[in-house]
Protein backbone atom coordinates (compact mmCIF):
# COMPACT_ATOMS: atom_id res chain seq x y z
CA UNK A 1 0.00 0.00 0.00
CA UNK A 2 1.60 3.57 -1.01
CA UNK A 3 2.11 5.89 1.56
CA UNK A 4 0.38 8.77 2.34
CA UNK A 5 1.73 11.86 1.51
CA UNK A 6 2.50 14.37 4.46
CA UNK A 7 1.16 17.60 4.35
CA UNK A 8 3.06 20.02 6.07
CA UNK A 9 0.97 23.18 7.90
CA UNK A 10 3.30 26.60 8.12
CA UNK A 11 3.71 27.20 11.72
CA UNK A 12 4.48 30.50 13.44
CA UNK A 13 6.39 30.46 16.46
CA UNK A 14 5.77 33.10 18.58
CA UNK A 15 8.72 34.86 21.01
CA UNK A 16 8.19 35.46 24.85
CA UNK A 17 8.07 38.71 25.64
CA UNK A 18 7.37 38.72 29.08
CA UNK A 19 6.49 36.60 31.91
CA UNK A 20 6.10 35.75 35.68
CA UNK A 21 9.52 34.60 36.37
CA UNK A 22 11.77 37.51 35.89
CA UNK A 23 13.38 36.41 32.60
CA UNK A 24 14.73 39.44 30.42
CA UNK A 25 11.92 40.62 27.91
CA UNK A 26 12.33 39.56 24.29
CA UNK A 27 11.32 41.03 20.95
CA UNK A 28 7.96 40.72 19.69
CA UNK A 29 7.51 38.66 17.06
CA UNK A 30 3.82 38.20 16.28
CA UNK A 31 2.63 35.87 13.64
CA UNK A 32 2.06 38.39 11.02
CA UNK A 33 1.65 41.57 10.08
CA UNK A 34 -0.88 44.17 11.55
CA UNK A 35 -2.23 45.20 14.95
CA UNK A 36 -0.78 43.21 17.26
CA UNK A 37 -2.40 41.56 21.08
CA UNK A 38 -0.90 40.87 23.48
CA UNK A 39 -1.57 36.80 25.59
CA UNK A 40 -0.87 35.45 28.28
CA UNK A 41 -0.46 32.07 28.41
CA UNK A 42 -0.04 29.88 32.30
CA UNK A 43 0.01 26.82 30.35
CA UNK A 44 2.97 24.65 31.85
CA UNK A 45 3.87 23.06 28.24
CA UNK A 46 1.72 25.78 25.99
CA UNK A 47 -0.48 25.13 23.29
CA UNK A 48 -0.31 24.78 19.57
CA UNK A 49 -3.09 26.19 17.39
CA UNK A 50 -2.85 24.03 13.65
CA UNK A 51 -6.20 25.24 12.12
CA UNK A 52 -5.58 29.40 12.28
CA UNK A 53 -6.64 30.43 8.65
CA UNK A 54 -4.06 32.50 6.53
CA UNK A 55 -5.20 35.57 5.05
CA UNK A 56 -4.04 33.88 1.19
CA UNK A 57 -6.20 31.08 1.85
CA UNK A 58 -5.38 27.97 3.52
CA UNK A 59 -4.39 27.01 7.48
CA UNK A 60 -0.86 28.15 9.31
CA UNK A 61 -0.49 26.52 12.67
CA UNK A 62 0.73 29.05 15.95
CA UNK A 63 2.24 27.64 19.29
CA UNK A 64 2.44 29.80 22.44
CA UNK A 65 5.24 28.75 24.66
CA UNK A 66 4.18 27.18 28.01
CA UNK A 67 5.99 28.78 30.95
CA UNK A 68 8.47 25.73 31.52
CA UNK A 69 9.35 26.42 27.29
CA UNK A 70 12.77 27.15 28.25
CA UNK A 71 13.72 23.83 29.94
CA UNK A 72 12.42 21.21 26.74
CA UNK A 73 15.10 18.54 25.40
CA UNK A 74 17.08 19.69 28.47
CA UNK A 75 18.53 16.57 30.39
CA UNK A 76 18.46 18.69 34.30
CA UNK A 77 16.10 21.55 35.14
CA UNK A 78 13.58 23.07 37.27
CA UNK A 79 9.78 23.16 36.60
CA UNK A 80 8.43 26.74 37.75
CA UNK A 81 5.77 26.15 39.96
CA UNK A 82 1.84 27.46 39.46
CA UNK A 83 0.83 30.93 39.21
CA UNK A 84 3.68 31.56 36.17
CA UNK A 85 2.59 32.76 32.67
CA UNK A 86 4.58 33.79 29.33
CA UNK A 87 3.68 36.97 27.50
CA UNK A 88 3.23 36.73 23.51
CA UNK A 89 1.75 38.87 21.05
CA UNK A 90 0.39 37.86 18.37
CA UNK A 91 -1.66 39.58 15.35
CA UNK A 92 -5.17 40.23 16.14
CA UNK A 93 -6.83 38.69 13.04
CA UNK A 94 -4.85 35.38 14.40
CA UNK A 95 -6.12 35.63 17.59
CA UNK A 96 -9.89 36.35 16.90
CA UNK A 97 -9.78 33.50 14.53
CA UNK A 98 -8.40 31.26 17.37
CA UNK A 99 -11.31 32.31 19.71
CA UNK A 100 -13.64 32.29 17.06
CA UNK A 101 -12.68 28.42 17.04
CA UNK A 102 -11.41 27.08 20.10
CA UNK A 103 -13.44 29.86 22.39
CA UNK A 104 -14.97 27.27 24.45
CA UNK A 105 -12.45 25.36 25.07
CA UNK A 106 -10.85 25.06 28.97
CA UNK A 107 -8.25 27.43 28.49
CA UNK A 108 -10.18 30.29 27.32
CA UNK A 109 -13.19 30.11 29.42
CA UNK A 110 -11.21 29.07 33.07
CA UNK A 111 -11.06 31.90 35.53
CA UNK A 112 -8.84 33.31 35.18
CA UNK A 113 -8.70 32.19 31.69
CA UNK A 114 -5.20 30.34 30.94
CA UNK A 115 -5.01 32.30 27.68
CA UNK A 116 -5.82 35.46 28.30
CA UNK A 117 -5.59 38.60 26.38
CA UNK A 118 -3.74 41.68 27.78
CA UNK A 119 -3.61 45.31 26.21
CA UNK A 120 0.33 45.56 27.01
CA UNK A 121 3.06 44.73 29.06
CA UNK A 122 2.54 46.71 31.86
CA UNK A 123 -0.83 44.59 32.26
CA UNK A 124 0.66 42.04 32.54
CA UNK A 125 3.09 42.96 35.25
CA UNK A 126 0.24 45.01 36.76
CA UNK A 127 -1.97 41.52 37.16
CA UNK A 128 0.32 39.59 38.57
CA UNK A 129 -1.81 38.57 41.49
CA UNK A 130 -4.52 37.37 39.14
CA UNK A 131 -1.99 35.63 36.98
CA UNK A 132 -0.78 33.55 40.36
CA UNK A 133 -4.35 32.07 40.55
CA UNK A 134 -4.49 30.71 37.07
CA UNK A 135 -4.98 26.41 37.93
CA UNK A 136 -4.03 24.35 34.89
CA UNK A 137 -4.99 21.49 36.69
CA UNK A 138 -1.21 19.72 36.58
CA UNK A 139 0.37 21.40 39.31
CA UNK A 140 1.63 19.36 42.19
CA UNK A 141 -0.03 18.37 45.08
CA UNK A 142 0.93 17.97 48.90
CA UNK A 143 -0.64 14.84 50.22
CA UNK A 144 -1.38 17.24 53.63
CA UNK A 145 -3.88 19.45 51.54
CA UNK A 146 -5.70 16.44 49.80
CA UNK A 147 -6.22 15.10 53.07
CA UNK A 148 -4.11 12.00 52.33
CA UNK A 149 -2.99 10.43 55.39
CA UNK A 150 -0.07 7.60 55.74
CA UNK A 151 -1.22 4.14 55.21
CA UNK A 152 -0.46 2.42 58.51
CA UNK A 153 2.09 -0.67 58.00
CA UNK A 154 0.49 -4.14 59.86
CA UNK A 155 3.39 -6.75 60.78
CA UNK A 156 2.13 -9.85 60.84
Known amino acids: ?5 KTTIPETSLSVIAN ?14 GE ?5 CGMPLGIKFDDVDSPGGGVHAVSFPGVNHAIRGKK ?23 KRKHGRERCFVSEPPL ?11 ARRDEIAEMVTGVELVTPESANVERASVNEE
Do not use: H, Y
Open 1 to 5: MPRKA
Open 20 to 33: TAEEPAKKAAGSGT
Open 36 to 40: QVFIA
Open 76 to 98: TAILLPKGNATLVSISRADWECI
Open 115 to 125: LWEMKSESEFK
